[in-house]
């Protein structure tokens, strides 16, 4: 198993330009997540799914946008980048299952808006 | 609502225990806690569904108070190994977002 997988691991983007992170799961969750963490910060919410065509947004979701055409992947789009997505991506698959209810973490991608 | 943390920082020798406290305004479904180490991702480290139970391995363990909504990380005997930001995550139920709390920095020093 692979587990959480994403690409790119670093990227520079100029102001309005666009780009999609790519986020691939190999243990057949429903559920998944987007999140970003500030310098120094915790983690906020971007956009959630709980399976295959259901998508639902978090806390931050402004700028971004989601599909989950499949249970494996969860890209997210950032439309128009601005400085103020600078930040490192994290996404996320979860078991959900009560007390072995676990969440796993892909290895981030780190963007930089310039 | 951002569950709160503390303290927000610790500094602990090798064999010292440490506690970690999170608190929620929200009523809890369950608690998670993850350790997160300078330039990597979060690591899931245990989960407490609400009942009040007390969850560990080997020298790490929680607690969950759902009618105070709070949850405490015990770290007992610290090793180097644990230095990182620990983070707390709170479900509210519904569909299972997972909010995180406000991290607190734990670094153990020989």
């Known amino acids: 198993n692979a587990g959480v997988t994403q690409t790119p691991k670093f990227r520079i983007l100029k102001i309005g330009q666009s780009m999609t992170l790519q986020c691939t799961q190999d243990m057949n969750h429903n559920y998944m997540y987007w999140y970003r963490q500030d310098p120094g910060m915790g983690l906020k919410l971007i956009y959630y799914?709980?399976?295959?065509?259901?998508?639902d947004k978090g806390e931050v979701p402004n700028g971004y946008n989601v599909s989950r055409s499949t249970t494996e992947d969860f890209p997210l789009r950032l439309e128009l980048a601005a400085p103020s997505q600078t930040s490192v991506y994290f996404c996320?698959?979860?078991?959900?299952?009560?007390?072995?209810?676990?969440?796993?973490f892909g290895p981030g991608t780190r963007l930089t808006v310039l | 609502q951002q569950p709160v943390q503390s303290p927000q920082a610790v500094i602990l020798r090798e064999g010292e225990d440490a506690v970690i406290n999170c608190s929620s305004s929200?009523?809890?479904?369950?608690v998670h806690w993850y350790r997160q180490k300078h330039g990597e991702a979060p690591v899931f480290l245990m989960i407490l569904l609400k009942g009040g139970e007390q969850k560990g391995h080997e020298k790490i363990s929680a607690s969950f108070n759902e009618k105070k909504q709070q949850s405490s990380l015990y770290l007992t005997a610290s090793q180097l190994s644990y230095s990182g930001t620990y983070f707390c995550g709170t479900d509210s139920g519904g569909y299972q977002k997972v909010t995180f709390g406000t991290g607190t920095k734990l670094q153990v020093i020989p």
């Open positions: 996320a698959s979860r078991t959900m299952a009560g007390f072995t209810d676990t969440q796993y």
């Open positions: 929200k009523a809890l479904y369950s």
């Open positions: 799914s709980v399976g295959a065509g259901i998508t």
